[in-house]
């Protein structure tokens, strides 16, 4: 069945336009999971598609290449914003977006900032013991003892701050953060 079966021409048409707007709003904030505007594009397809869709009808749909469409679906799937989905008969992969965009958001941004967490706190850790090893090996230093402690608070500061930054990681991934903010009900 065709998902606009029944409905008017008229009433077909105001439906794609409201599609196309949000597709293209989509597109235009996918930027900030570093995701092209063709990629964002593709999501918002997916998004709408009555069906999970191969990368044929993908590429015909987008009027792009298979080999474009499948670049783009990598990258939706490393973000865990589109999956693979199984079906009876089915000769070729299908894929299918994810629909639950507080999941989209927390998987993203856990894994992008654990990332920079980790090599921030390893530039830290290892500039602060270069520091304590400098005033050790020269603690007789008047201007040494006097500006190396600030910079190493400067430091401690900054490993608190990604402590807290781990700890708002862990809320995400444990699904504790819509304890703090529950998610709306359509």
Do not use: C
Not at 74 to 82: E, I, S
Not at 152 to 161: C, G, H, M, V, W
Not at 171 to 186: F, Q
């Amino acid at each position: 069945m065709h998902p606009f079966e029944g409905i008017s021409e008229q009433h077909t048409q105001t439906i794609m336009k409201a599609r196309k707007r949000v597709i293209e709003a989509i597109g235009k904030n996918m930027g900030l999971y570093g995701v092209t505007l063709s990629v964002g594009h593709l999501y918002g397809m997916l998004f709408f598609s009555e069906k999970p869709m191969t990368l044929d009808e993908m590429g015909k749909e987008m009027e792009m290449s298979k080999t474009s469409m499948s670049t783009g679906v990598r990258m939706l799937l490393d973000l865990k914003m589109v999956h693979r989905v199984w079906e009876k008969g089915a000769r070729k992969d299908l894929y299918e977006a994810e629909s639950d965009w507080h999941q989209t958001f927390a998987d993203y941004f856990a894994i992008e900032w654990r990332t920079a967490v980790e090599a921030n706190v390893h530039a830290l850790n290892r500039s602060a013991g270069e520091l304590r090893r400098l005033l050790e090996e020269h603690g007789d230093d008047e201007a040494l003892a006097s500006a190396v402690p600030k910079d190493l608070e400067k430091i401690e500061s900054a490993l608190s701050y990604y402590d807290w930054l781990n700890r708002l990681i862990d809320t995400l991934e444990s699904g504790k953060i819509y304890d703090l903010v529950p998610k709306e009900k359509p």
